[in-house]
Nanobody
Framework: VQLQASGGGLVQVGGSLRLACVAS????????MGWWRQVSDKEREFVSA????????YYADSAKGRFTISRGNAKNTLFLQMNSLTPEDTAVYYC????????????????????WGQGTLVTVSS
């Protein structure tokens, strides 16, 4: 199983980016997929997750109202639409996936995801 994240880049404050994560080897159609981000040596931070059961979306407080997570029709693709970007959003963004339907209390725990992509860098300039 491989996860390939893309869509990062350089954007000005207030701009938008759309990240994509394509899974190969498994569709995760009944599992859970999500996005994390990490800045330098800081801890990995949960951003958003999508659980197939009920198509439930989860967001970190920092992402609510600005970011939208969605699944592609092919079920093996995960998107993160990021609007109103600020310099604080600058980070390497990683997608992660689990074939399991994680319970609500676990979707924000990175250790529960078995597969991780390589990351895509998002830089927001002021």
């Amino acid at each position: 199983v491989q996860l390939q994240a893309s869509g990062g880049g350089l954007v000005q404050v207030g701009g938008s980016l759309r990240l994509a994560c394509v899974a190969s080897g498994h569709t995760f159609s009944s599992g859970t997929m999500g996005w994390w981000r990490q800045v330098s040596d800081k801890e990995r931070e949960f951003v958003s997750a999508f659980r197939s059961q009920g198509q439930t979306q989860y967001y970190a407080d920092s992402a609510k109202g600005r970011f939208t997570i969605s699944r592609g029709n092919a079920k093996n693709t995960l998107f993160l639409q990021m609007n109103s970007l600020t310099p604080e959003d600058t980070a390497v963004y990683y997608c992660a996936a689990s074939p399991r339907r994680l319970i609500t209390s676990r979707v924000r725990h990175g250790d529960d995801y078995e597969y991780w992509g390589q990351g895509t860098l998002v830089t927001v300039s002021s």
